[in-house]
């Protein structure tokens, strides 16, 4: 089959929620060089399939749930985005060009032979002297092309973060143009989750994230928090460019971390260019001392950079964006997210919106904690906080146990996960439940992104089939799948004859749903 036929079956997989995904193949480009005004006036690449968008976003569904249709509706609505999101990164992530298909990047050369981009404007990354480097053309072409739409929606996004990302890139000493690091890194989503586990707009994984101090936990993910993300990436790209002395070495180590950069430098050929230099990293990218994805994040940067600082030219809209800004309030001990929205005035969507952190429908018990709330709402609420009973913070129903009930029956019956319906209730034993015995269900806030994705027929949850299965992945444990997908761990043994303790290992496919139901 050719290359670039393979690779759109693959973009038409991830359409299909299929577990292999690929990149999109664009046109290939002309050969020799050309205006960058042309991208304009071209259309997106058509899909081959009918009139299937592999990246639209499907019809949200209809809700029965205690919660307000239009909170879930919006819910759904963000977790459908993310998933378009990640199906776009991930085959962004994955596309490997070959040289044929690879043209040269728009230059003009001065007298003095500097390469200089035709339009100039200012950077303070260099983008100049690598831009006509083949592999830059290829992504530009994706971003142009399969990416397009996504690319747009990014632009528009990125609005809202670019100056507070710019501010502490300053603060640090670091260029301002790193900023488009994250459009390559999550399209400026705060709920990106790689496959390999890396979340948020910087894709910290966990241990990089406790290293620069972000509390990662069942209640809190910091790597989604716009603000402590990005003052965590800062530090983390200003610490690596001061150990390799070179922007693209550090944004490679971003990627690939500092030990496989560090080992490659250390098997070059140490010459006039210098270790130290930008050269250095396209002096590895030459070579087979990184892998693939790791030598295309420079030349991806700067095809998005030079998208992003003139999007126009380019052919992109862009819609004026409202700043991050917010007032905010603390809370002593755990709260629910509805009952802020509501002393604010506001919907939990938007309470969300500012405060994408939080991974429950309610603030972490025990412990004081800072919430985001829209301008001008601050004050009011905390005032109409301080008059509300302790017993009110989090909203509840109360629920009797009825005959062979469990707590992961009972936590599905309430779209609550299950870890949260047992947080809720300490004192009861989840593994004997009595007849009768009372049970606090917090029923405040929105489901959770994986059960919005899980309800939508187009957007499985990633890992998992429209029969009900999920295929278990490094690190997964059995509680935690159970807690994901509202079942419980017996329901998970018995479903697929595991042993007492209920042990798995990775690349087990396990049944998530009983069966005949559907998952």
Same mark, same amino acid.
């Given at each position: ?13 991830? @359409? ?9 193949? *664009? %046109? ?5 060089? /050309? ?10 690449? &058509? ?10 976003? #499907? %019809? ?13 509706? +919006? ?67 994706? !971003? ?15 609005? =809202? ?8 890139? @300053? ?15 999550? *399209?400026?989503?705060?709920? @990106? ?32 928090? #716009? ?39 250390? =098997?070059? =050929? ?33 095809? +998005? ?5 003139? &999007?126009? /030219? ?8 409202? %700043? !991050? ?18 002393? @604010? ?6 309470? /969300?919106? $500012?405060?994408?952190? !939080? ?17 001008? =709402? ?9 008059? $509300? %009973? #302790? ?29 949260? $319906?047992?947080?809720?209730? &300490? ?18 806030? +929105? ?12 957007? #499985? ?47 087990? /496919? ?10």
């Amino acid at each position: 089959m050719p290359r670039s036929s393979a690779l759109l079956s693959l973009i038409l997989l991830v @359409a299909c929620g299929g577990s292999q995904r690929g990149p999109g193949q *664009g %046109p290939v480009p002309e050969s020799g060089d /050309r205006p960058a005004d042309q991208y304009a006036e071209r259309e997106d690449v &058509p899909v081959q399939s009918g009139d299937v968008n592999p990246f639209a976003l #499907p %019809p949200a569904p209809e809700f029965d749930s205690l919660i307000p249709a239009e909170e879930l509706a +919006a819910e759904y609505q963000e977790a459908a985005d993310s998933a378009a999101d990640e199906a776009v990164l991930e085959a962004l992530a994955e596309t490997q060009p070959t040289d044929e298909e690879a043209g040269e990047a728009d230059v003009v050369i001065e007298g003095n032979g500097t390469k200089v981009l035709a339009n100039a404007v200012t950077w303070d990354i260099d983008v100049e002297t690598y831009n006509s480097h083949h592999r830059v053309r290829w992504y530009l072409d994706f !971003f142009l092309g399969p990416g397009r739409e996504r690319m747009g929606i990014w632009l528009n996004r990125m609005q =809202r973060y670019e100056p507070m990302v710019r501010e502490r890139l @300053a603060r640090e000493g670091m260029p301002g143009d790193l900023v488009y690091l994250a459009l390559i890194e999550s *399209g400026f989503s705060n709920t @990106a989750t790689s496959r390999a586990k890396a979340v948020g707009m910087w894709q910290f994984m966990k241990g990089t994230a406790k290293f620069y101090d972000l509390r990662v936990d069942s209640w809190v993910d910091d790597r989604r928090d #716009p603000h402590l993300a990005t003052d965590a990436a800062v530090r983390h790209l200003r610490d690596l460019n001061a150990r390799f002395g070179s922007l693209y070495l550090a944004a490679a180590a971003y990627n690939a971390g500092s030990g496989r950069v560090s080992r490659g430098l250390r =098997r070059l =050929r140490n010459d006039d260019t210098g270790l130290s230099s930008d050269a250095a990293f396209f002096r590895l990218y030459d070579t087979r001392l990184l892998h693939r994805e790791t030598k295309d994040y420079v030349p991806k940067l700067i095809a +998005a950079a030079l998208i992003a600082k003139e &999007p126009a /030219r380019y052919g992109f809209t862009l819609s004026p964006a409202e %700043p !991050f800004v917010y007032d905010s309030m603390v809370v002593p001990t755990m709260t629910g997210l509805d009952v802020i929205a509501r002393l @604010a005035d506001t919907t939990v969507a938007a309470i /969300r919106e $500012l405060n994408p952190q !939080f991974l429950r429908l309610a603030t972490p018990p025990g412990k004081a904690t800072i919430v985001r709330l829209p301008v001008g =709402r601050g004050e009011a609420t905390v005032a109409a906080y301080a008059e $509300l %009973p #302790p017993e009110k913070r989090v909203t509840f129903v109360e629920h009797f146990v009825a005959r062979g009930e469990t707590m992961g029956g009972i936590a599905r019956k309430y779209r609550v996960s299950s870890r949260l $319906l047992a947080d809720a209730n &300490p004192k009861v034993d989840a593994r004997r439940l009595r007849l009768g015995q009372r049970l606090i269900v917090p029923t405040g806030g +929105a489901i959770s992104s994986s059960m919005a994705r899980r309800m939508s027929d187009p957007v #499985p949850a990633a890992g998992t089939n429209a029969s009900g299965y999920h295929r278990v992945k490094r690190g997964e444990t059995l509680s935690g799948i159970a807690d994901e997908y509202g079942v419980s761990q017996r329901d998970l043994r018995v479903w697929n004859k595991l042993d007492a303790k209920g042990r798995i290992r990775a690349g087990q /496919r396990l049944r998530v749903s009983a069966p005949g139901a559907r998952g």
